[in-house]
């Protein structure tokens, strides 16, 4: 597990558990920014600090027209919002893991993904959770260009892996989601769990090409948190021989 250091803010943070399919962050990270609100460049292998913010969606917009970065004090997060900030390796898929027993999505509705201060990038509000559905798988890309992260934005998976299953229930043609009432933590007996694949596109600070978006995108949707749910299972089992 990556280690974060204190970030001092007016809003409610948590540090989520994240998940490394090839390597954990090593002696080869030579970014020392860890700050998801100060700027940085990139180099492959680095560590990259960036947040999720869950809120209401009219909560990232001022005036209910610009949408601005949680990092924006503009923005009066600190009282209906909840942090989560992850630093990944610099392209290599990763899984992000929000554990739902501790958190109520539902309650939020919306994530945002965000990262830098005077060049602040920030994706658009989507969809995560009401008192009817709730979706817990997602794509999350950053883009870089010369190191300097440029873009986070949400690949859309459609419902082609949830098509014909009574589990799932497809909204607008872009999610498969849960009903919200079958999740444990309203209840039911389905672990919702957010699971978030990241992957990196563009070029490092070296003008190294960046891969990994290419390399997710030929990974079928469930298959990396299948594969997250194994390992969580085998972490849980040890932890409660343990103690």
């Given amino acids: 597990m990556a280690v974060i250091s204190p970030w001092t803010t007016t809003l409610m943070i948590t540090?989520?558990?994240?998940t490394t399919v090839m390597h954990v962050i090593d002696g080869s990270d030579n970014n020392p920014v860890y700050s998801p609100c100060a700027d940085t460049k990139v180099e492959r292998s680095d560590g990259f600090t960036f947040g999720i913010a869950f809120a209401s969606k009219e909560s990232f917009q001022r005036n209910g027209t610009v949408q601005l970065s949680p990092c924006d004090s503009r923005l009066s997060l600190s009282s209906n919002a909840q942090i989560s900030v992850f630093r990944p390796k610099v392209d290599e898929i990763s899984l992000l893991s929000v554990n739902s027993s501790?958190?109520?999505?539902?309650?939020?509705?919306?994530?945002?993904?965000?990262?830098?201060?005077?060049y602040?990038?920030?994706?658009?509000?989507?969809?995560?959770?009401?008192?009817?559905?709730?979706?817990?798988?997602?794509?999350?890309?950053?883009?870089?260009?010369?190191?300097?992260?440029?873009?986070?934005?949400?690949k859309k998976d459609g419902c082609s892996k949830c098509s014909g299953s009574s589990d799932f229930v497809c909204l607008n043609n872009q999610h498969c989601a849960f009903k919200t009432s079958s999740c444990?933590?309203?209840?039911?007996?389905?672990?919702?769990?957010?699971?978030?694949?990241?992957?990196?596109?563009?070029?490092?600070?070296?003008?190294?090409?960046?891969?990994?978006?290419?390399?997710?995108?030929?990974?079928?949707?469930?298959?990396?948190?299948?594969?997250?749910?194994?390992?969580?299972?085998?972490?849980?089992?040890?932890y409660s021989k343990i103690f």
């Fill in 184 to 238: 444990k933590n309203h209840g039911g007996s389905v672990d919702c769990s957010l699971g978030i694949q990241l992957a990196f596109s563009g070029t490092d600070k070296h003008l190294s090409v960046l891969n990994s978006w290419y390399e997710v995108a030929n990974l079928r949707q469930y298959s990396l948190y299948g594969l997250y749910s194994n390992l969580k299972d085998s972490l849980s089992s040890q």
């Fill in 15 to 18: 540090i989520m558990m994240i």
């Fill in 120 to 154: 602040a990038a920030r994706s658009p509000p989507t969809f995560v959770a009401n008192g009817t559905y709730t979706v817990t798988s997602f794509t999350l890309v950053l883009e870089f260009n010369k190191g300097r992260l440029q873009n986070l934005y949400w």
């Fill in 102 to 118: 501790s958190f109520n999505p539902d309650a939020y509705g919306f994530m945002v993904a965000f990262a830098g201060r005077k």
